[in-house]
T-cell receptor
């Protein structure tokens, strides 16, 4: 069965520092992988998605993620954090033929000035 | 503007009471979903519907019920059988539920609390 594991429920960085949010997946078939962002008291917005077209995926707000099959990882990065990046980030995978989206437990990003 | 509207934003439930959360979309999407969000647990799928008049149980359907009588509407009822209903509920939709790479559009959520 497909699943994702997000390492670290909280990540804190200084403004301007590199952002790295970790996600590892488990899948018996080639996965579709997603990163979503949630701002306080709001729904989720899609940041980016991997659908096998390219291993390095660029998303909105300067975020990108690299699919590494050998490491079963899909880590989210941004070269320089901005205060407005403070939010909760969810990694997700499509669960095979059911088309259900399975979410990780989320990582809350704090950005300090 | 097209989007998903959830109402109310905050809802309180008394012991033994059923409450219904509203979800309406004007995106002409076929598929709709209900997720429950608890701190530290991410989002868990309650029910989903791929087409009008059809819906499927998700991972935590017990104590919940849904209907899909219209394409644009997918209300969720939290019944008295749900013993721990306090959570943030998110509705989502996608163009369809096939293919595996659809983008989900989310509403802004309903916070349900027990009095």
């Amino acid at each position: 069965a497909q699943s994702v594991t997000q390492l670290g429920s909280h990540v804190s960085v200084s403004e301007g520092a590199l952002v790295l949010l970790r996600c590892n997946y488990s899948s018996s078939v080639p996965p579709y992988l997603f990163w979503y962002v949630q701002y306080p008291n709001q729904g989720l917005q899609l940041l980016l998605k991997y659908t096998s077209a390219a291993t390095l995926v660029k998303g909105i707000n300067g975020f990108e993620a690299e699919f590494k099959k050998s490491e079963t990882s899909f880590h989210l990065t941004k070269p320089s954090a901005h205060m407005s990046d403070a939010a909760e980030y969810f990694c997700a995978v499509i669960a095979g033929n059911t088309d259900k989206l399975i979410f990780g437990t989320g990582t809350r990003l704090q950005v300090f000035p | 503007d097209g989007g998903i509207t959830q109402s109310p934003k905050y809802l309180f439930r008394k012991e033994g009471q059923n409450v219904t959360l509203s979800c309406e979309q004007n995106l002409n999407h076929d598929a709709m979903y209900w997720y429950r969000q608890d701190p530290g647990q991410g989002l868990r799928l309650i029910y989903y519907s791929q087409i009008v008049n059809d819906f499927q149980k998700g991972d935590i359907a017990e104590g919940y019920s849904v209907s899909r009588e219209k394409k644009e509407s997918f209300p969720l009822t939290v019944t008295s059988a749900q013993k721990n209903p306090t959570a943030f509920y998110l509705c989502a939709s996608s163009i369809n539920a096939g293919g595996g790479n659809e983008k989900l559009f989310f509403g802004s959520g309903t916070q349900l609390s027990v009095l």
